[in-house]
Every structure is written in structure tokens, then in C-alpha cells.
């Protein structure tokens, strides 16, 4: 558990038709996150402060930093007064990956690319994902709704993204929470591996629109289908298809949009040859 809180109590006035008054809100908390692995910090990203182990352990892998949590011999948490860093000791073997993914970069919340070296990295190579994972429309069509019920840090603030996973014929059961919805993803991801669950038999369920980089994310961790309540980019249904990953926007009000590999999401009987 965090020791900072991720909520801060603040005092204004509010304009309104019918004149001004004193408030008093319930914001979310940001602050400096530096990635460190082997004494070298990759990245500083401004973070909720909270589930910044899964969050740190998310980055690493969705960065290919490493590829299973056994890599990492040590991780701290250690808090400064100017922000928090996150300390990795990785295995020898992942030197080669860290030096070639390298970052110096100060990342503002929601974003994914900022500070990289090269165009080539903006648009990396993915692997291709491949599940036997099938999930019914109704299960799709309710999954930001689902998703509603675990955004406890958004019911204070109105100021937060969530991901979410969901599973064939279970409901959203896990989230996490950020103010940039690229962290919330890595902190969702990062907590299936500290629970040794399987990302490929399951659902992310985001509430922002799909980027290119959510799409990078999910490929690096192994998940079939990306579901979100808003729009995708052109950038990332190219990947999404590339990538053999389902995509599934506008996901409200009991219907959704499929933009690539819709063959997951169905309510017809598997075709037996």
C-alpha cells in the first residue's frame, strides 16, 4: 500500500447561473513516478499514487524491460518529498532489452510516447497475439457498465481512467485506476502478473478511446480484446489487426462497435468441420 494518498481535499468558488458559492472538492493526486531498473532510470511518469507496484511491474513488461515477473530479483518503493521511485533489480539477462528500450523522458499523464529516440520506436514491432478466448455480445455490450462499479477513485474525483478485465462468462472482476489511462493499463496488466493470471483469456476494458499505444500494450501483454467506451484511432485498428487483437469500441448503452478479428465476440456455436 501507498503511504501518499491519491485524493486531495481543495477549496474554491463555483460560478453558476444563479451566482457563487464556496466548494469543496475531492481531487485526484498526481505525482513524479521514477522508473528505475539497475540504478538507471528509464522514465518519470506523473502517476496516481496508488498500485504503483502493479503499476511499475506493468511498464516494465509492456516496455519488454522483462517478460515474467521471475526476472526481477528486488523491487522497492522508496518516497521522496519531490516524488517516488520505484526500484527494480532485473537478472543479467535483461540488461540487453533494458539498453535497447531506453527512455530519459518526464511523461505527462495520458502519454505513451513521449521522449522516445526514434520513429522507429513510436510505431514497434508487436507480437501477434493468438487466444482461443471467445466472449457473447451481451458480455461486451455490459462491460464498461461493469467496469462503472470498480472506479471508486472516479466516484470522488470525476477525474480518472480505469481498466478493467473480464473473462468468458465472468464480469469485470479486477480494475485499476490513474488520472493517464496508459497507466491505468499498465497497473491492470501489472496486477494479473503479481496474480498469476493468464492475460490471454480475458478482456481489457478501458474508459477512455483506444490509442495506438493501449493497442501496443495490450499486444505486449498477450490480450486478445481491447474494449472502450469511446473511439479508436485509425493508428490502432492498423495495429489491432496487425496484431490479431479484437477491437471493440463505443462500448455503451447495451451495444458496440467491432473494428478488427471479430470472430471473439459471438454468440453463434463454434463451426465444427
Not at 93 to 120: H, N, Q, T, W, Y
Request: charged share 20%; net charge negative; glycine share 8%.
Amino acid at each position: 500500500m501507498n503511504a501518499r494518498a491519491a485524493t486531495v481535499s481543495a477549496s474554491g468558488r463555483s460560478h453558476q447561473s444563479e451566482g457563487t458559492l464556496a466548494i469543496h472538492r475531492t481531487l485526484p493526486e498526481e505525482v513524479p513516478v521514477a522508473l528505475v531498473f539497475n540504478g538507471t532510470t528509464q522514465a518519470v511518469m506523473m502517476a496516481s499514487p496508488a498500485d504503483l507496484a502493479d503499476f511499475a511491474l506493468g511498464f516494465a513488461l509492456t516496455e519488454g524491460i522483462v517478460t515474467d515477473p521471475s526476472q526481477v530479483d528486488d523491487f522497492e518503493i522508496v518516497e521522496h518529498a519531490q516524488g517516488i521511485e520505484a526500484r527494480f533489480l532485473l537478472e543479467d539477462g535483461c540488461a540487453k532489452a533494458l539498453s535497447e528500450r531506453r527512455r530519459f523522458m518526464a511523461g505527462p499523464v495520458g502519454c505513451g510516447l513521449c521522449g522516445i529516440d526514434s520513429l522507429d520506436q513510436a510505431v514497434r514491432h508487436v507480437p501477434r497475439v493468438t487466444s482461443d478466448l471467445r466472449l457473447k455480445v451481451a458480455e461486451v455490450a455490459r462491460a464498461t457498465d461493469a467496469l462503472r462499479r470498480h472506479q471508486r477513485l472516479h466516484d470522488m474525483t470525476r477525474a480518472t481512467h480505469a481498466a478493467g478485465f473480464m473473462t468468458s462468462g465472468r464480469s469485470v472482476f479486477m480494475a485499476r485506476e490513474d488520472v493517464g489511462r496508459h497507466n491505468a493499463l499498465d497497473k491492470l496488466i501489472g496486477a494479473l502478473a503479481h496474480e498469476g493470471l493468464d492475460a490471454s483469456q480475458g478482456a481489457a476494458v478501458m474508459t477512455s478511446r483506444l490509442s495506438i499505444e493501449l493497442v501496443q500494450k495490450c499486444a505486449l501483454a498477450g490480450i486478445p480484446v481491447l474494449v472502450a467506451v469511446s473511439a479508436p484511432t485509425g493508428a490502432a485498428v492498423r495495429l489491432a489487426q496487425e496484431a490479431g487483437i479484437t477491437l471493440a469500441a463505443f462500448a455503451r448503452s447495451g451495444g458496440f462497435d467491432i473494428y478488427s478479428h471479430p470472430h471473439r465476440i459471438t454468440d453463434e456455436a463454434p463451426h465444427v468441420a
